[in-house]
T-cell receptor, first 114, second 113 residues
């Protein structure tokens, strides 16, 4: 069975600092991996996705993630945090054997301090 | 613009009452999904449908029901059998082809009176 673990339910950074949100996955087949962002009382917006092409994936709003098979990781990074990045971030893995449903991590809330 | 519309934004349910959450999409997507979100638990799949007139249970289907009579619509009914219905409910859709990243609506927050 596939699963996703997000290390750290809360991460705090200063504006301008590096953002690093951690995601590790477990999958018996080559996975598709996703990062979503959620602002308060809204739905989820896709930041980026890994589809077995390039291991370094660039997304919207300056975010990127690197797929590392040896570490079973797909960490999300951004070189310089902005106040508008404060939100909750979800890592997800798809399960092609079950209607491509997404299996989500429990989320990481990012706070950005001025 | 194409997208997913969930209504209402806020919904209140009395004890013993069934309520229906609406989800409509104009993205021409084949697959649709319902998730429940609780603080600290991420999103959990309730039901999903890959094609009209067909749907499957997700991980927490007990106390919920769905229908998929039209491609555009996937309503979710929270029945009185769902003992803890207070949550944020999210509807999503995907193309059903290629890498199927899901598109989400803005959610419905259900509370018990």
């Amino acid at each position: 069975a596939q699963s996703v673990t997000q290390l750290g339910s809360h991460v705090s950074v200063s504006e301008g600092a590096l953002v690093l949100l951690r995601c590790n996955y477990s999958s018996s087949v080559p996975p598709y991996l996703f990062w979503y962002v959620q602002y308060p009382n809204q739905g989820l917006q896709l930041l980026l996705k890994y589809t077995s092409a390039a291991t370094l994936v660039k997304g919207i709003n300056g975010f990127e993630a690197e797929f590392k098979k040896s570490e079973t990781s797909f960490h999300l990074t951004k070189p310089s945090a902005h106040m508008s990045d404060a939100a909750e971030y979800f890592c997800a893995v798809s399960d092609p054997g079950a209607g491509d449903k997404l299996i989500f991590g429990t989320g990481t809330r990012l706070q950005v301090f001025p | 613009d194409g997208g997913i519309t969930q209504s209402p934004k806020y919904l209140f349910r009395k004890e013993g009452q069934n309520v229906t959450l609406s989800c409509e999409q104009n993205l021409n997507h084949d697959a649709m999904y319902w998730y429940r979100q609780d603080p600290g638990q991420g999103l959990r799949l309730i039901y999903y449908s890959q094609i009209v007139n067909d749907f499957q249970k997700g991980d927490i289907a007990e106390g919920y029901s769905v229908s998929r009579e039209k491609k555009e619509s996937f309503p979710l009914t929270v029945t009185s059998a769902q003992k803890n219905p207070t949550a944020f409910y999210l509807c999503a859709s995907s193309t059903g082809q290629g890498v199927r990243s899901q598109h989400f609506g803005d959610g419905t927050r259900l509370s018990i009176l």
